[in-house]
């Protein structure tokens, strides 16, 4: 392997990229050394809000490790229709075209060698589950010193697919394969990013590692958001305006949740602690989304030092101190009455919203939010909660005609459409959102796989201001939202 330098990393991603088609001459990105240690991904020139940053495509992709897998095309990821190989590698197919497709068949062969021929049939979901790093073993050369160049955290505790192969299946695995595919799996735990393909009920949940997009680091109010494609492919986008020379940050996390549980997902799934402006800022840039209300004054409760998990907590009003387990104990009840919830329950949740849960803590808490999210899902699928919409009011880059569209709230009356979701019957589905209290310096985006995505893109969000900048509300392209006057006070003062 060439040492893991800046020319090298900048050679072999851009080889990689040529030979996939998708490097362009005039890419606003380059690979240098971070701050933060490591290598990072840096601004080659300003880069404008919205602008392509990158394409990257998945050197593996497949199913995720998961506990409660479903079975899935191997192929196409498709969940319905499926049969099992008639060649009885022991994995499902959709159509005769995924079976003799020229990566089933070589995957076949090559499941049926290492299992001996002994069809796998009980054990197909644990094949299933350690198919993506079984799939590395196919990989060309040059992909193969792709993935050896990615960091990786080296724990016993990655790579528990090669027990499952050789001890659960009796797969027989040479020494050097082995090797390989411990590497493969740490690698895959460090970086690969959760890939959500087709829409509604045809949704399958897969991981995929993208070397260029696993190169970038992460921060808890990035600067950049990311769509999957119909073929997977990675779309990296500008969410603000970069300028040259900086770094060009992902979120590994979700930016919905407050510190507390950022840092504990961060430290458990990718080993480290996050210390960007965010995490240390208590009130995460005066958004309040981990805070409580104070008892005494109706102050906001924050904690004293937000890394410190045992931090005492106090508000910013009486200075009256909480201790974290006390706050921890709440925010875990409000917690499980959330998850609690049914979606038939969509009158319960709007009374919790606005009786009780607004008493207790502030509008931008990650409670309150995950909450509107919830009510947000249900309005734009559940039965009598969707609407059409007027052709006209569609931006004129959809090409299908979608099937819902919805629009979501923002907690300031000031930006009512924050977020909109989109889904057409034969595509993916796209939803963004973002979160913008008018004092806040980070909002977010999601995105879900889709062909709707550059239509949602464009709507709305402002997407992550950068520390110091000043928030704006952006004009919203989007037709009002008709259920809004039956939900008072949810979608703000929606009067457009
Ligand atoms: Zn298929
Ligand atoms: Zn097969
Ligand atoms: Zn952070
Ligand atoms: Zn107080």
Redesign the pocket.
Known sequence: MSPRTVENLNRIIDKYLKRNNIFYEDAPWEIKESTLGGFGVFAKRNIEVGELVFLDTPVIIGPRCVDGLQEICVNCFNVKNLTKCENNCGLSLCSDLCQNSFDHQRECKLIRFMSNKKPVEDGSLKLLKCLTPLRSLLLSEEDKEIVRNLKYHRGKNHGHEIDTLSDELSFEIKEDEKHFLKIVCSVLDANAFEVITGCEENQSDLRGLYPLGSLANHRCFPNTNHVFDERQRMVVRAAVFIPKGSEIFHSYSRIIWGTAIRLFHLLNTKHFICKCERCLDPTEFHTYMSAIY?T????N?VPINPLNSGSKWE?D????LVPGKDVGRIMSLLGSVLRGFDNKDFKIMYKFLNNKLSSMVPDNNEITVELKYKIIWILGHEEGFTWKVAKRSQPKHYSRKPKKLFLSFCPQPSHHYVSAYASGPDSGSAYDSGFFPSNARFGMMGYRSSAYAPAVDHCHTPGLLNPGAVASPTPCLLPANPLAHQLPGFFGTASS
């Open positions: 104070c005494k004054c109706k102050g409760v508000c009003t009486c200075k009256q």
